[in-house]
T-cell receptor
């Protein structure tokens, strides 16, 4: 069965510092990988996605992520965080069986706290 | 922009009540999903649908049913609400075209069962 692990439940970063959120996955085939962000009381917004091709993908809000097949990882990075980046971040892998209708498997999330 | 709307942001129901959560998307997406989100557990898939009148169970379908009579609308039904169904419920939709699988989420419904 596929799974996603986000090892860090909480991360605290100073404003202006760099950020890396970790994501490891288990998947039997070529994965489709996603990072979503959830602000308090809101739904999830897609930050970026990886389907194939260049393993370094750029997303919205200055985020990027790198797919490393050998490490089964898809870590999210940002060179300089802003206070508005404080949110919950979810990594996801899918679909279940290669068909687009199936749901995604989500990690349990990483709560990002920004220190002034 | 894709828009996914959910009928209520907050809902309070009593144990044993029948509860309907409605979701509507405006982008003609084939696929629609219902997740529940709980602290420390992330998002878990309850049901999904890839076409009108079609449905598939996700990871935690027990205690829930769904209905999809029109392409744009996907309803989650709690036949007899229980306190352990207190949660945030998120609806999502996606378009299966050319291998594009990202899902677009609604704002969520926070359901409290007392």
């Amino acid at each position: 069965a596929q799974s996603v692990t986000q090892p860090d439940i909480h991360i605290t970063v100073s404003e202006g510092a760099s950020l890396e959120l970790r994501c490891n996955y288990s998947y039997g085939a070529t994965p489709y990988l996603f990072w979503y962000v959830q602000s308090p009381g809101q739904g999830l917004q897609l930050l970026l996605k990886y389907f194939s091709g260049d393993t370094l993908v750029q997303g919205i809000k200055g985020f990027e992520a790198e797919f490393k097949r050998s490490q089964s990882s898809f870590n999210l990075r940002k060179p300089s965080v802003h206070w508005s980046d404080a949110a919950e971040y979810f990594c996801a892998v899918g679909p279940y069986s290669g068909g687009g209708a199936d749901g995604l498997t989500f990690g349990k999330g990483t709560h990002l706290i920004i220190q002034p | 922009d894709v828009k996914v709307t959910q009928s209520s942001r907050y809902l309070v129901k009593r144990t044993g009540e029948k509860v309907f959560l409605e979701c509507v998307q405006d982008m003609d997406h084939e696929n629609m999903f219902w997740y529940r989100q709980d602290p420390g557990l992330g998002l878990r898939l309850i049901y999904f649908s890839y076409d009108v009148k079609m449905k598939e169970k996700g990871d935690i379908p027990e205690g829930y049913s769904v209905s999809r009579e029109k392409k744009e609308r996907f309803s989650l039904i709690l036949e007899s609400a229980s306190t352990n169904q207190t949660s945030m419920y998120l609806c999502a939709s996606s378009l299966t075209s050319g291998g594009i699988y990202e899902q677009y989420f609604g704002p969520g419904t926070r359901l409290t069962v007392t």
